[in-house]
Nanobody, 126 residues
Framework: VQLQAYGGGLVKTGGYLTLSCAAS????????MGWFRQAPGKEREFVAA????????YYVDSVKDRFTIPRDNAKNWVYLQMNSLKPEDTAVYYC????????????????????WGQGTQVTVSS
């Protein structure tokens, strides 16, 4: 399974950006996909996740009501729609996939995901 993230860039405070993550490889069927981010000097943190089976979503508190994680089932793509961006949202954003079923939800930890994309930089200027 390969994940490819797209869509990072430079945006002003209050602006919006949409990240895309394309999954390919073996016949792809994931349990969940998620987005994480890592700011300079900080640990990678969970941002949002979607459970592929029923579309359930979960967000870290700092992005609730600003970010959404829609999906395209047919294309095996997941997106991160980011609105009202703040300078503290500046980070490298990674998409991740968990292939096998787990009884846990939401999946908020790095170790719960099997595959990772390469990361895309999002910079929010003040």
């Amino acid at each position: 399974v390969q994940l490819q993230a797209y869509g990072g860039g430079l945006v002003k405070t209050g602006g919006y950006l949409t990240l895309s993550c394309a999954a390919s490889g073996r016949t792809f069927s994931s349990y969940a996909m998620g987005w994480f981010r890592q700011a300079p000097g900080k640990e990678r943190e969970f941002v949002a996740a979607i459970r592929w089976t029923d579309g359930s979503t979960y967000y870290v508190d700092s992005v609730k009501d600003r970010f959404t994680i829609p999906r395209d089932n047919a294309k095996n793509w997941v997106y991160l729609q980011m609105n009202s961006l703040k300078p503290e949202d500046t980070a490298v954003y990674y998409c991740a996939a968990r292939v096998d079923y787990t009884g846990n939800w939401p999946l908020r930890s790095n170790y719960e995901y099997d595959y990772w994309g390469q990361g895309t930089q999002v910079t929010v200027s003040s």
